[in-house]
């Protein structure tokens, strides 16, 4: 599988953060792997968190199929 078709499957089962692409997938840019799967239709809303000062996004899938 690809990448993005291993980020798709993760965002099919919940939201996905970077640090669970990175585990999972293996992913180190999980941004630009959104990108694309935005570019190909699939609608993926951003959640900017902070954390002990860090800020990272939350990444969630708001429809299963592509347009």
């Known amino acids: 599988m ?4 291993l980020i ?3 965002l ?3 939201p996905v953060t970077p640090f669970d692409a990175l585990q ?3 992913c180190f840019r999980l941004a ?3 990108r694309d ?3 190909m239709g699939y609608d993926i809303h951003t ?3 902070t954390a002990g000062g860090a800020r990272h996004a939350i990444y969630s899938l708001k429809n299963t199929q592509a347009a």
């Open 47 to 49: 959640e900017i968190c």
């Open 24 to 26: 999972e997938a293996g």
């Open 8 to 10: 798709l499957d993760m």
């Open 32 to 34: 630009a792997r959104v």
């Open 12 to 14: 099919r089962r919940g």
């Open 37 to 39: 799967l935005r570019d």
């Open 2 to 5: 690809t990448q993005n078709e």
